[in-house]
């Protein structure tokens, strides 16, 4: 069991940064594929990033590539998204998620545990 939960999100201006963490407790994170995720209002709930439990490997929405950077400490138990160049498409409430399973899936319905939400407005 894994509980995950989020912060860093808030307002900002279009072309500003945020960075997300994600802090999970319960047992043996880093055998866990971590995972962010983001629901705009009166949309699905879309893949964004992804990355794999202890060489780092990761995956990325083609939306996001270039901007964002997914990255985890396991010895702190948290994964971070570092979000760069923002865009008022990116308005949405961004959710970490773990999976059990093998690799970087952006398939919503493998992962095991969801955190909380945390909000992200970007201003025009």
């Known amino acids: 069991q894994v509980q995950l939960v989020e912060s860093g999100g808030g307002l900002v201006q279009a072309g500003g940064s945020l960075r997300l963490s994600c802090a999970a407790s319960g047992r043996l994170f880093s055998s866990y594929n971590m995972g962010w995720f983001r629901q705009g209002p009166g949309k699905e709930r879309d893949f964004v990033a992804a990355i794999s439990r202890s060489v780092g490997i990761t995956n990325y929405a083609d939306s996001v590539k270039g901007r964002f950077t997914i990255s985890r400490d396991n010895a702190k138990n948290t994964v971070y998204l570092q979000m760069s160049s923002l865009k008022p498409e990116d308005t949405a409430v961004y959710y970490c998620?773990?999976?059990?399973?093998?690799?970087?899936?952006?398939?919503?319905?493998?992962?095991?545990?969801w955190g909380q939400g945390t909000q992200v407005t970007v201003s025009s």
């Open positions: 998620a773990a999976r059990a399973g093998w690799g970087t899936s952006p398939t919503r319905q493998e992962y095991d545990y």
